[in-house]
């Protein structure tokens, strides 16, 4: 190869690159400048009163974590904030209640062995944050 040929490969890159990133930053311009605004501009946003609102925590008093049982049905003990709705979770079965009162009692089917359950409280008021817990109980069968 003679020494024009690759001074002029080597310049056509150089300006062939130089071409590319002008474009690509000019078209990033031009699409910002055209998109539309979805959310409304941020002004005196007005938040339901909430001062001496305090939702109750989720509270379970049975069964307690690392719990070995020999029957294959427990009982959930506990307190939740009124109306909200619990979700109880775990590889066998999930379970979904409202809250009627603060204090709620059920039973629940466990697995042979470990049983790693979650228990959500979703509030009947949106801007409260769903509280979760995580247990594990055992169950292990007696005539094993």
Same mark, same amino acid.
């Given at each position: 190869m003679k020494k024009e040929t690759i001074i002029a490969v080597f310049l056509g890159l150089l300006f062939g690159g130089i071409v590319a990133v002008f474009i690509s930053l000019k078209s990033?311009?031009?699409? /910002?400048?055209t998109n539309k605004v979805i959310a409304?501009?941020?002004e005196n946003v007005l938040s339901p009163? /909430?001062?001496g609102t305090e939702i109750q925590s989720l509270e379970l008093s049975e069964p307690a974590n690392n719990a070995i049982f020999d029957n294959d049905i427990i009982r959930f003990k506990g307190t939740a904030a009124k109306e909200s709705l619990i979700i109880i979770q775990s590889p066998i079965k999930d379970l979904t209640f409202k809250n009627i009162q603060e204090k709620f009692d059920l039973e629940f089917p466990l697995a042979l062995g470990e049983n790693s359950i979650k228990i959500v409280v979703y509030p009947k008021e949106k801007q409260f944050?769903?509280?979760?817990?995580?247990?594990?109980?055992?169950?292990i069968d007696s005539e094993l």
């Open positions: 990033k311009d031009i699409e /910002l400048s409304p501009p941020k009163n /909430l001062t944050r769903p509280q979760e817990k995580f247990i594990k109980v055992y169950y």
